[in-house]
């Protein structure tokens, strides 16, 4: 995949009973992040899954369709990828922050941001204002080619884990990431 094709956490609005359609060849998880109404998902236009706010899906797919089958507009935000699924926190608040110094990602390589012995079970992740991306985020397994892309001026990306998270930089300088941690 070039990285024209890859997903990154997308912000959309469907009227009642509209569909969309979103293409990334080699999807292995799909993950609906915000939304306050139940969403209709089918992958390579199979079977339709009924998925909440916080919900993973994990299968291999190509084009993902999401209906909106409420009497209201609905909007929602969605994350897809390939390698190691996120575990997301669905409608569970964190009621403590620590704020950590931004973290230096070389270029071309994987750094360690959030280690998985922390006392905390949530970090919300974005790209520091300025920097150039986008960055892949996941598990010890990241690469070039494995993670979900986190790009600039997209919103934090919330993860909930007991697992190390790693980023992985493509560019040609370093790029500093935010950390926030929660728990």
Do not use: H
């Not at 915000?34 to 299968?59: A, E």
């Not at 998985?116 to 949530?122: E, K």
């Not at 892309?149 to 697992?163: C, F, K, R």
Request: glycine residues 10%.
């Amino acid at each position: 995949m070039d990285d024209a094709q890859q997903f990154k956490n997308s912000t959309m609005t469907l009227a009642s009973g509209a569909a969309t359609t979103i293409s990334f060849p080699g999807g292995e998880w799909f993950a609906l992040l915000l939304t306050n109404k139940q969403l209709f998902v089918s992958f390579d236009q199979g079977q339709q899954v009924l998925l909440y706010r916080g919900d993973v899906y994990t299968c291999s797919f190509t084009d993902v369709t999401v209906t909106n089958s409420s009497p209201v507009s609905v909007t929602f935000t969605v994350l897809m990828g390939s390698g190691d699924p996120p575990t997301l926190t669905g409608n569970r608040v964190p009621s403590l922050f620590q704020n950590q110094p931004d973290v230096s990602c070389g270029a071309g390589a994987a750094t360690q941001v959030v280690t998985g012995s922390n006392s905390t079970r949530y970090a919300y992740l974005s790209i520091a204002a300025g920097a150039v991306g986008p960055v892949r985020i996941g598990g010890s397994t990241i690469s070039a080619t494995k993670g979900v892309w986190l790009t600039v001026g997209a919103q934090p990306l919330q993860i909930e884990t007991s697992a190390d998270i790693y980023v992985w930089n493509p560019q040609a300088s370093a790029v500093p990431v935010s950390v926030c941690l929660g728990g």
